[in-house]
């Protein structure tokens, strides 16, 4: 029976969680990167229109109830 207890033994409160462990190594992979975009430049308005009529071409192919 003390061989049960001492494998259920609960972690410090000092000691972070294993979900915490893993949060904390998560956030330092991650780089935020500053994307420099021009959103008044012609080719980003028609990349944007083309994106939009593609994905609503998907809604309405989804959404279709033809076999």
Known sequence: MSE???NTELPSPNQPSLEEQKDKAGNAEK???EIDIDLNAPETEK???AIQSKFRRFQKKK?????
């Open 4 to 6: 049960l207890r001492a």
């Open 31 to 33: 780089v935020e990167e």
């Open 47 to 49: 990349a944007a229109l």
């Open 63 to 67: 959404t279709d109830p033809s076999p």
